[in-house]
């Protein structure tokens, strides 16, 4: 059974950071893609960044430059580095992984205010 457990997210500042977790069982972080997708007020979900089991890294146009995704093999944990943030990037986060069918996580809501 996969589950995907995110965690990290919360109240931030315009201008700064915050870490999101993906705790990731029976499914393995580094031998499938995964992702991280949020969902803001009122709008359909969106592309954030992907990591594929070869260590390429995508990133929605909105975020390149600001967020990094990465992953600990150890801990089968996939990472969200979030800098620079803006309200605009307030939203739920979810993380996701795609192994023939894709599976999601319950999110995390992160808040950023003005």
């Known amino acids: 059974q996969v589950q995907l457990v995110e965690s990290g997210g919360g109240l931030v500042q315009a201008g700064g950071s915050l870490r999101l977790s993906c705790a990731a069982s029976?499914?393995?972080?580094?031998?499938?893609?995964m992702g991280w997708y949020r969902q803001a007020p009122g709008k359909q979900r969106e592309f954030v960044a992907t990591?594929?089991?070869?260590?390429?890294?995508n990133y929605a146009d909105s975020v390149k430059g600001r967020f990094t995704i990465s992953r600990d093999n150890t801990k089968n944990t996939v990472y969200l580095q979030m800098s620079s943030l803006k309200p605009e990037d307030t939203a739920v986060y979810y993380c996701?992984?795609?192994?023939?069918?894709?599976?999601w996580g319950k999110g995390t809501l992160v808040t950023v205010s003005t």
């Open positions: 990591l594929t089991s070869g260590g390429s890294a």
């Open positions: 996701n992984g795609f192994r023939a069918i894709v599976y």
């Open positions: 029976g499914i393995s972080v580094s031998a499938n893609t």
